[in-house]
């Protein structure tokens, strides 16, 4: 659950309710990456847990460049739409690779994604810190699980 301290100020109560629950189905989007590491670890053979994982990684990275699209669609920029479907690819062609490749590469994506993200919503403070604390945890997790292939 967030803190008041990421609220934004002049947040009324709906707005912290929607932020709160962000948060939460944020972290809950974490448990596939934990519980997928997890197995790593415990396991002697770990191929169909590391393409879990990997398939995992490629949808989630879908999600987030699909925020590109909405806000695209919003403020009517061609730019951004067009930016907003490379996660997308980038996920689709890391699948063609086995783990050992696509964790990492879609690890960077997440890297390239969060940097070009932390530029474009500098006025959404909240979502910047979530954004930043769930990119690290997932890129984190994709390098834990990657060193047990």
Known sequence: MPSKACCEPGMDQTSERLLERAHWLGYLGLLPFYSGMALMILL???????QAIHSYAAIIL???????????????????????????????????LEPYEGLPLTAIAFVMLLFFDRNLYLEMGWFKQLRTRLSILVCTLLSVSWLYI
């Not at 002697?44 to 847990?49: E, I, Y």
């Not at 806000?71 to 997308?88: E, G, H, K, Y």
């Open 44 to 50: 002697d053979d770990t191929r169909l847990v590391a």
């Open 62 to 96: 879908t999600f987030v460049g699909a925020i590109h699209w909405g806000r695209a669609l919003d403020s009517n920029d061609a730019t951004l739409l067009s930016f907003s479907v490379i996660p997308s690819l980038i996920a689709w062609c890391s699948l063609f």
